[in-house]
């Protein structure tokens, strides 16, 4: 059988939202149309997707996960924009799916849990505040969805229909201020429910066989959980077309939001391992494309991809592919603190890539790595496994000319670039300080 995308579902919900009956939506939509009917109408979409070439993609992602940084949120009052994260399920061969989803508001909404409402969401509206809302929508409006969560004074549950059309939804709305705070989503497979008890806002989910999905949101060094059930049928995996889809709302209208996202990651069954996820598409634009849109940046020293409407500026075009580099942990002279460097030296620099919970040094290509600001390749035909920092994994210790690397006195710290035996960019940065002679 032919199998629904979720790509429909997800412009019919962005239709129905120019036809609001929210009332910080109508708001926003109103004040902004006397002033920018170009706005008005189009309401700030653009949406960028994990991207693999069709029919390439693993068909058995059981994991995903990224982190975010909310650099700038400057809504005015209770003005709002949204950034959504729709992480598409499916089955081989069946004809629905459903969808999970990770969004970012930049507005804070407080209430107790749970709530069962209708429309709008019930709470004391926070402005500028940015929130996260992991949810569960049931597009297919079959009442075979459910949520539960293990956080319910930070993630409380609300129910919901999806701007008041008959579209259920459940969210579990941060309680917490996200401005200028750095938060990992990670969404892994479970088992079978066993229990069909406290899914639902009222009585349990109804005779079927669900999936659980989990979701953790990591705020700082804290993780709170929340949990998804849906039909097992339909809900085996993620999608390997498009693992995660980002989607924006309102950008067209005053006030700044921008977002960093990085370390995007996959699991598949076959592996259980989390390796990169760095290919991506932008599939639409509506609206000023220079006013916001997806653009590569730098946070922290890494590769980030930014999504925002810090316009006019260079925003990528629809239809572009881009990579998305993986930040990888290096270690320059490893056992050395300070990593004194002296850039007239005739001798090589040793570089390790270390081997972490979410990297596998030993999938690096060393013929792909170069160090340093002129590019310097390996000095050495090998790079060299081996245990650099007493962990137990093995790292790549690589060599390179100190004269071919173009470090100069006066750098603070120098970086490596390079791709995985699969082609997936990485880089990574590490201090040093130079000596005089």
């Not at 939001?257 to 259980?272: A, G, P």
């Not at 639409?284 to 810090?310: K, T």
């Amino acid at each position: 059988m032919k199998r629904l995308s979720l790509l429909p579902l997800v412009a019919f919900v962005f239709a129905a939202c120019e036809q609001t009956t929210d009332p910080d939506r109508a708001a926003e939509l109103s004040t902004n149309a006397t002033t920018n009917s170009a706005a008005a109408q189009c309401n700030g979409n653009m949406g960028v997707r994990a991207y693999f070439v069709p029919g390439l993609g693993p068909q058995d992602i059981t994991g995903l996960r990224y982190k975010f940084h909310v650099a700038d949120n400057n809504q005015a009052g209770l003005g709002l924009k949204i950034l959504f994260g729709f992480i598409p399920l499916y089955t081989p061969g069946a004809e629905r799916t459903y969808s999970l989803e990770s969004n970012l508001y930049t507005l804070g909404l407080i209430y107790d849990h749970p709530i069962c409402t209708t429309w709008p969401l019930l709470g004391t509206r926070v402005g500028s505040e940015a929130s996260l809302r992991l949810a569960i929508p049931d597009y297919a409006g079959l009442g075979k969805t459910g949520m539960k969560t293990f956080a319910p004074s930070v993630f409380p549950l609300q129910n919901y229909l999806i701007d008041g059309l008959p579209i259920p939804k459940t969210d579990a709305i941060s309680q917490l201020n996200l401005n200028q705070t750095t938060t990992e989503v990670m969404i892994t497979r479970g088992g079978l429910v066993s229990d069909k008890m406290g899914w639902k806002c009222a009585g349990p989910l109804d005779a079927d066989t669900y999936r659980q999905w989990d979701a953790s949101a990591t705020v700082g060094s804290t993780p709170y959980n929340v949990s998804f059930a849906s039909p097992a049928s339909n809900a085996r995996f993620i999608s390997s077309g498009a693992p995660i889809i980002f989607r924006t709302e309102f950008y067209l209208y005053p006030g700044l939001f921008k977002v960093y996202l990085w370390d995007f990651q996959l699991m598949r069954e076959s592996t259980e391992s989390w390796e990169p996820l760095t290919q991506w598409i932008v599939d639409d634009q509506c609206g000023d494309a220079s006013a916001y849109g997806v653009r590569l940046a730098n946070f922290e020293g890494q590769s980030v991809m930014e999504i925002s409407n810090d316009g006019p500026g260079s925003f990528l075009q629809v239809g572009t592919i881009f990579a998305l580099s993986m930040h990888v942990n290096i270690d320059i002279k490893p056992g050395s603190d300070l990593n004194p460097i002296n850039p007239r030296g005739k001798g090589v620099i040793p570089v390790a890539i270390l081997t972490t919970d979410s990297f596998d040094a030993k999938t690096v290509d060393p013929e792909s790595i170069t160090f340093g600001p002129d590019g310097a390749a390996k000095a050495h035909p090998q790079g060299h496994l081996e245990d650099v920092d007493g962990d137990g994994d093995l790292d790549l210790l690589l060599h390179f000319r100190t004269q071919g690397t173009g470090i100069q006195r006066g750098d603070t710290e120098a970086s490596l670039w390079g791709e995985t035996f699969d082609g997936a960019p990485i880089e990574g940065t590490d201090s040093i300080a130079t000596l005089k002679n």
